[in-house]
């Protein structure tokens, strides 16, 4: 069974940094694409970031983050990242690490979320 293990999640101030890391366990990390989504107070989940094994990034950031976020991944870490720069507080959410299998459409597996806060 695959797990997922978010951490680096906190309280930040506008304009800063922070770098999310999720270390996945229980599968091959090399056959699953890994993903964040995010979901702020009163909205839905939205999808931030993609990335596939060899670190084939999905171009279709939101704008809301375009330019700002990067996700990268360490196959030898089992570990997925997101870095975040120029934060605004309406990045404010809750942060999920996500998996789906190379062969899927579905992101069947999610870590327990991250809560990340930027302040004005």
């Known amino acids: 069974q695959v797990q997922l293990v978010e951490s680096g999640g906190g309280l930040v101030q506008a304009g800063g940094s922070m770098r999310l890391s999720c270390t996945m366990s229980?599968?091959?990390?090399?056959?699953?694409?890994m993903g964040w989504f995010r979901q702020a107070p009163g909205k839905e989940r939205e999808f931030v970031a993609a990335?596939?094994?060899?670190?084939?990034?999905?171009?279709n950031y939101p704008d809301s983050v375009k330019g700002r976020f990067t996700i990268s991944r360490d196959n030898s870490k089992n570990t997925v990242y997101l870095q975040m720069n120029s934060l605004k507080p309406e990045d404010t959410a809750i942060y999920y690490c996500a998996a789906r299998s190379i062969i899927e459409s579905t992101w069947r597996y999610w870590g327990q979320g991250t809560q990340v806060t930027v302040s004005s």
């Open positions: 990335v596939t094994w060899n670190n084939g990034r999905d171009l």
């Open positions: 229980g599968r091959a990390f090399s056959g699953y694409v």
